[in-house]
């Protein structure tokens, strides 16, 4: 394994999440991707850059669209210039399901035209569109994987930006009631964090370009979604319903023949498998 070095501004993160990494030998350097100077600095001699820093979050876009746009979009503008500027190999940059909008076909494949619904999936686009500028005219390698509804381990639940599993798991183990917006029909696809970095390490050790869908392939409603956490963490509690959120879809599966068939990708975990490693962390963590 090479030489690994981890660039976050810990703005939504927590240096606790890495630590176990720097413990085995990786660096890390606390900085923005807006300091253009600072990437171009750590990005030199480097072989591959994971672009994984944005500021996520549908609704979070939509209280603050300027802010988004600026780390989203010009963020990923500034790591792509570090890496031309320093002949990386090839970036991979974490795009989002989010920039088809709501879709009458499913499952999605990435032929599919983007209809972003919010500030947030705008910039994850816009950031795609530069990956594809950047491969053009500047002979640089760009994949962007488009995720679809990460889950896992260390997500923040506290958050009013949480995702949806760490919120639920984290209210249901104290006994709480989990809010679904809208009737709980809503569906995604839900993709667990190794099959996620399983997509990345492909990425890089293929000679494929481009966009593809990272997901499991498979639909889970929200009301399913709290039953199944329920049923593994052993607590029933009322579910109550709210108002369904600016910004949202209805549906999403994903279609992954590309991702299957361009990177080798092949999802491990299901969305039971994937629960019970992601909620045996939470119990270790609540102790």
């Given at each position: 394994?090479?030489?690994?070095s981890?660039?976050?501004?810990?703005?939504?993160?927590?240096?606790?999440?890495?630590?176990?990494?720097?413990?085995?030998?990786?660096?890390?350097?606390?900085?923005?991707?807006?300091?253009?100077e600072?990437?171009?600095?750590?990005?030199?001699?480097?072989?591959?850059?994971?672009?994984?820093?944005?500021?996520?979050?549908v609704?979070?876009?939509?209280?603050?669209p300027?802010?988004?746009?600026?780390?989203?979009?010009?963020?990923?503008?500034?790591v792509?210039?570090?890496?031309r500027?320093?002949?990386?190999?090839?970036?991979?940059?974490a795009?989002?399901s989010?920039?088809?909008?709501d879709?009458?076909?499913?499952?999605?494949?990435e032929?599919?035209?983007?209809n972003?619904?919010?500030?947030?999936?705008?910039s994850?686009?816009a950031?795609?569109?530069?990956?594809?500028?950047?491969?053009?005219?500047?002979?640089?390698?760009?994949?962007?994987?488009?995720y679809?509804?990460?889950?896992?381990?260390?997500?923040?639940?506290?958050?009013?930006?949480?995702?949806?599993?760490?919120?639920?798991?984290?209210?249901?183990?104290?006994?709480?009631?989990?809010?679904?917006?809208?009737?709980?029909?809503?569906?995604?696809?839900?993709?667990?964090?190794?099959?996620?970095?399983?997509?990345?390490?492909?990425?890089?050790?293929?000679?494929?370009?481009?966009?593809?869908?990272?997901?499991n392939?498979?639909?889970?409603?929200?009301?399913?979604?709290?039953?199944?956490?329920?049923?593994?963490?052993?607590?029933?509690?009322?579910?109550?319903?709210?108002?369904?959120?600016?910004?949202?879809?209805?549906?999403?599966?994903?279609?992954?023949?590309?991702?299957?068939?361009k990177?080798?990708?092949?999802?491990?975990?299901?969305?039971?498998?994937?629960?019970?490693?992601?909620?045996?962390?939470?119990?270790?963590?609540?102790?």
């Amino acid at each position: 394994m090479g030489e690994v070095s981890v660039i976050d501004d810990l703005s939504t993160g927590d240096i606790e999440n890495i630590e176990l990494l720097v413990d085995k030998g990786a660096s890390f350097i606390e900085a923005s991707i807006l300091d253009n100077e600072k990437l171009v600095d750590v990005s030199r001699g480097i072989d591959f850059i994971f672009h994984q820093a944005a500021l996520p979050s549908v609704s979070r876009s939509i209280d603050d669209p300027v802010k988004s746009n600026l780390v989203n979009v010009s963020g990923t503008l500034n790591v792509l210039e570090a890496a031309r500027k320093n002949h990386v190999k090839k970036v991979v940059y974490a795009s989002s399901s989010a920039v088809y909008g709501d879709t009458v076909e499913l499952p999605i494949s990435e032929s599919m035209k983007p209809n972003p619904l919010s500030p947030y999936a705008v910039s994850k686009i816009a950031a795609e569109y530069y990956c594809r500028v950047y491969s053009y005219i500047y002979g640089l390698p760009t994949v962007c994987l488009r995720y679809f509804n990460v889950f896992g381990p260390r997500q923040n639940p506290y958050s009013e930006y949480s995702a949806v599993i760490p919120k639920f798991i984290s209210l249901i183990l104290e006994g709480k009631a989990p809010t679904i917006n809208g009737d709980g029909s809503i569906t995604r696809d839900f993709v667990f964090v190794k099959d996620v970095v399983h997509a990345n390490i492909k990425a890089i050790n293929t000679e494929a370009e481009g966009v593809f869908n990272i997901a499991n392939g498979k639909q889970t409603s929200l009301k399913e979604l709290a039953e199944l956490i329920m049923k593994k963490v052993g607590t029933k509690v009322e579910i109550i319903y709210g108002p369904n959120r600016i910004g949202d879809v209805q549906d999403s599966l994903a279609d992954i023949t590309e991702a299957k068939n361009k990177l080798q990708y092949n999802p491990k975990y299901d969305i039971k498998k994937g629960l019970k490693e992601t909620i045996k962390w939470y119990k270790m963590r609540a102790r």
